[in-house]
């Protein structure tokens, strides 16, 4: 066999292209049986020019997939010195003291003051001296940038009843008595009169209402004669390095305590500051 001649590969690509214009492009493709068999049977340069045409290229966008819109960058404080920078957010400290010192005060329970972030049921009856409750609770260090030592973001120190801890118990709740002079922290029994079922309150905890033993010796504050034990505010305690006297002024007796041994170490360097308690009350039984 010899080699094709050029015409003859002409012809052909000339029909191939034809058949794929026609695929390509229904329309001007014939729908019957017979209409199809004469069409291939059709010398490509009798068809007609616009059916050899190659269609359009397809939209290199579909609707649906166009990039977003660009948006205007957040405008950034600008400080180009370490200087600069600190006197912009101490700038944004005081606004922030401004505005608290402009809110009204927060109300006090027994000389404690308290936020209520939710208020619990409407119907039911509030805890009172005297009462069975059963609560889940937080206890929090509260952030630097707290205003009022209460509300806004908090350091988990430990906690019950909200499954935050691994190996925690479903609910794993606090149950006791609204009474004084008991092993209770105090913040407790004082804290939680007044709520409802359903209801959660945020405490202020100051130390002699915690878990620190109410004596003169363990108060380092105005009025105290001891150093307040051991472990003192934002001291980093060296995991090799043996504490002086146990921390003689963390009151381990007190409950709820700490149940593992990391939340007792994180507690240890913290009973000695002023804390928050983040309380749900589950349950209240009246006294009789």
């Known amino acids: 066999r010899g080699i094709p001649c050029l015409s003859d590969m002409r012809k052909q690509l000339i029909v191939i292209t034809a058949l794929l214009a026609a695929v390509a492009s229904p329309l001007s493709f014939p729908a019957s049986s017979n ?6 049977t059709t ?31 957040k405008e950034r404080p600008k400080c180009k010195t370490i200087d600069e920078c600190q006197a912009l ?20 329970q027994n000389g404690l003051r308290y936020i209520d972030l939710e208020e619990g049921k409407a119907d039911a009856q509030a805890a009172g001296a005297g009462d069975t409750v059963t609560v889940k609770y937080k206890v929090l260090k509260a952030g630097k940038r707290s205003y009022d030592g209460l509300s806004g973001e908090a350091t988990l120190i430990f906690s019950s009843g909200y499954e935050l801890e691994d190996g925690e118990k479903p609910n794993s709740f606090f149950t006791y008595d609204l009474v004084e002079k008991t092993n209770v922290a105090d913040v407790f029994t004082l804290g939680v009169p007044g709520m409802k079922p359903g209801g959660v309150r945020r405490v202020e905890v100051p130390p002699q209402k915690g878990w620190r033993f109410p004596s003169a010796e363990c108060d380092g504050g105005p009025g105290g004669r001891g150093s307040g034990g051991s472990v003192k505010t934002d001291t980093v305690i060296v995991p090799t390095a043996k504490v002086v006297q146990e921390e003689v002024c963390f009151d381990k007796s007190r409950q709820p305590f700490p149940k593992t041994y990391a939340e007792e170490r994180r507690m ?16 209240v039984s009246k006294s009789a």
Not at 35 to 40: E, I, N, P
Not at 93 to 107: C, N, Q, W
């Open 89 to 108: 957010q101490d700038a944004v400290i005081e606004k922030e003291r401004e505005a608290a010192a402009d809110a009204p005060p927060l109300p006090t």
């Open 43 to 73: 010398p490509a340069f009798l068809l007609p020019s616009s059916t050899l045409l190659i269609p359009s290229s397809a939209e290199a966008l579909v609707k649906g997939v166009a990039p977003p819109p660009s948006s205007k960058p």
């Open 35 to 40: 209409a199809r068999r004469a069409f291939l």
């Open 268 to 283: 240890a360097q913290r009973f000695d500051q002023a804390l928050i308690l983040e309380v749900g009350l589950v349950s």
